[in-house]
């Protein structure tokens, strides 16, 4: 049900138009109300107008703005410029004339022929019924290595690494004397073998006594483990002194 179509007194009291705001309209430039934020003469030019112009007769000019740099005062050299070979003489220049050589070309070749050492020929293989031949040294046929300087000599690594196992064991006995040393045996005097007996002994009697000093009867848990406590030191003490008289020569390491 519509409420506000009903018949209601409130309805005859006027009411005030209700104004509509419309928004801001964004003007541009080519809008009647954006022409008075500039004038056509700052926009004749290219760019913005604080930009000073160039005179027409001060033109730009071919390579006006390249960067020229500082010639270089040293000469360009290249890198393999002293293995290279002489140039070639020029059409202008003139060999050097009038130089004469005393010596026998004839001569001195019969010479040379004569004292040099006869050429060894290249030893080869024929791989064919046809006879042809292929040079025997690089085709694997012929050990070559035996050959070289060193063969059938021990490597120098292989010395090396001898060398450093008998430093090794070197380093390792004069470590086990060392410690032979630090640790010698020493001998007991007959002496000490006799006060350590004897405090045995008395330590044994000492146990004995209050052992005899226990009750007849053995009741409680705390006299027993005290019996047997007494009981087991009485037995190690025995032990020991058979043992110490036992033995007459006595080493103790230190």
Not at 123 to 128: L, Q
Not at 156 to 182: F, G, P
């Amino acid at each position: 049900m519509d409420y506000k179509r009903e018949e209601s007194i409130y309805n005859l009291i006027p009411k005030e138009p209700v104004k509509i705001e419309k928004p801001a309209s964004q003007d541009n430039d080519h809008s009647p109300n954006g022409r008075s934020r500039g004038t056509r003469v700052s926009f004749k030019t290219m760019g913005p107008a604080k930009v000073p112009q160039r005179p027409p007769d001060q033109f730009l000019k071919s390579h006006e703005n390249d960067v020229h740099l500082p010639k270089s005062q040293q000469r360009f050299k290249y890198a393999d410029a002293e293995k290279r070979k002489p140039p070639v003489p020029k059409v202008t220049e003139k060999p050097v004339m009038g130089v004469q050589s005393n010596k026998n070309f004839i001569v001195e070749n019969a010479i040379q022929n004569i004292t040099a050492a006869p050429r060894v020929p290249e030893r080869t293989f024929v791989d064919s019924r046809h006879g042809e031949k292929q040079p025997l040294d690089a085709s694997g046929l012929y050990p070559v290595y035996l050959n070289k300087k060193d063969f059938g000599k021990t490597p120098i690594y292989l010395e090396k690494r001898k060398m450093e196992l008998e430093q090794n064991e070197a380093d390792m006995r004069a470590y086990v004397e060392m410690n032979e040393r630090k640790n010698q045996m020493k001998r007991m005097t007959e002496d000490e073998r006799n006060i350590i007996i004897k405090g045995l002994k008395d330590n044994w009697e000492y146990v004995y006594k209050d052992y005899l000093a226990l009750p007849m009867v053995i009741d409680t848990p705390m006299k027993k483990s005290m019996k047997e406590r007494m009981e087991r030191d009485m037995e190690q003490l025995e032990r020991d002194a058979r043992l110490i008289e036992s033995h007459k020569i006595i080493y103790i390491a230190d």
